[in-house]
Structure formats: C-alpha cells, structure tokens
T-cell receptor, first 115, second 115 residues
C-alpha cells in the first residue's frame, strides 16, 4: 500500500522566487492537508483540499496557494518567497467520507531553504 | 481557538524503562480527537496512538498507552519498555470531531533513549 509521497525532498530558492511542492495521497484517500513546520516547532496548518477545492485555510497569506487534481494529488505554491518561508512542508492525506476518524497520514516532507 | 501545550521540551529515558510525556489542551468542544505523532530524524510524521474524546477507556497500542483526563484536558503518553528506536520528537495533536478538520499541534517533546 503506497503511502503519502512528496517531491522534491529538498529545495533551495532565493528571495522573491516562486516554488511548487507536490504531494500524492495515500491510496484510497481523497483529502490533502498542507502544514508548515519551522525548525524546532510543531507543524502549522496551511490549508486543506477536498474535491479539488480549498475547504479550510490557516493563518497564511495569499502568497500561499494550492491546487488539487482529479486524481487527488495536490500542489502547494508559494510566491514571492521570504526568508521566513524556510521550513519543512508536510503533506497529509485522509479520507473524509470514511464515516469514522479520518486520521491524517503524513508524507516525508519537503525541506525548503530560502536564501 | 484550540491550543495544545507540551511543557517538556526534552525528556530522556533508559532503555527498557518507562517514560511519560505530558500534553494539555484547551477547547470548548465536547467531541474531539487527540493524537500522538512521532517524528524521527527522517522527518516522517508517524501516528503513534489516537484517542476519541467520547471514549472513557484509554487507548493502547502495544508498548504505547495514554492517560486521557477529559475534565482536566490532559492527554499524556506512556512508553513502556523503551527501545532505542523510540528516540524521536513526539507531538501531541488535537482535532475537532468534525470530519476533515485541521490538526493543531503542540511544540513537541524531544525524547532521548539511553542504552
């Protein structure tokens, strides 16, 4: 059973650039959530996609945007990168329609460094 | 807004001994879920254990068990017979009962296991 996958593993960008991170959910899952984890801190919720729409959003600026494709995979886009955007970006997938606890399962993350 | 607090930034335990990690949370909801996730140096966030707030019985998963005190809003994790592979950052997380809701994480506890 394929788990959550993310690409790339590492990424280095400079201030002002744009970046796209990718996530494929666990087989059978239909919902993708994105989290930002700064060094030494707990993950912070960015947004969640279900049925190709953004369903929930955390306290992040509009520079952070996303997309979900018909196959449930998702992209996270960050424009006009700032030094403070350097972090580990985690993708988590879940099944909303399970009728039970839709536990979120995480991918290995993408380490973004902004210089 | 819900908050999750882990008051122990670091903990250490001897191999084969027992250790307890603490977590408190604040919510006005009556139905919710609580989780412990483990994040080893590989960065992959791994689900350790899950507790439904409506269940009085404490969850157990092999060597991992929780002490859930709903009135006190406390959710501690006990690791028995600690193993070297248990060394990791442990995060406590909260989620509303509503399907698909975001996870709110604590700041984490770094667990060291000494041989």
């Amino acid at each position: 059973d394929a788990g959550v996958t993310q690409s790339p593993t590492h990424l280095i960008k400079t201030r002002g650039q744009q970046v796209t991170l990718r996530c494929s959910p666990k087989s059978g899952h239909d919902t993708v959530s994105w989290y930002q984890q700064a060094l030494g801190q707990g993950p912070q919720f960015i947004f969640q996609y279900y049925e190709e729409e953004e369903r929930q959003r955390g306290n992040f600026p509009d520079r952070f945007s996303g997309h979900q494709f018909p196959n449930y995979s998702s992209e996270l886009n960050v424009n006009a990168l700032l030094l403070g955007d350097s972090a580990l970006y985690l993708c988590a997938s879940s099944l909303v329609t399970s009728g039970y606890t839709d536990t979120q399962y995480f991918g290995p993350g993408t380490r973004l460094t902004v210089l | 807004a819900q908050t999750v607090t882990q008051s122990q930034p670091e903990m250490s335990v001897q191999e084969a001994e027992t250790v307890t990690l603490s977590c408190t949370y604040d919510t006005s909801e009556s139905d919710y879920y609580l989780f412990w996730y483990k994040q080893p140096p590989s960065r992959q966030m791994i689900l350790v254990i899950r507790q439904e707030a409506y269940k009085q019985q404490n969850a157990t998963e092999n060597r991992f068990s929780v002490n859930f005190q709903k009135a006190a809003k406390s959710f501690s994790l006990k690791i028995s017979d600690s193993q070297l592979g248990d060394a990791a950052m442990y995060f406590c997380a909260y989620r509303k009962e509503t399907s698909g809701s975001r996870l709110t994480f604590g700041e984490g506890t770094q667990l060291t296991v000494n041989p």
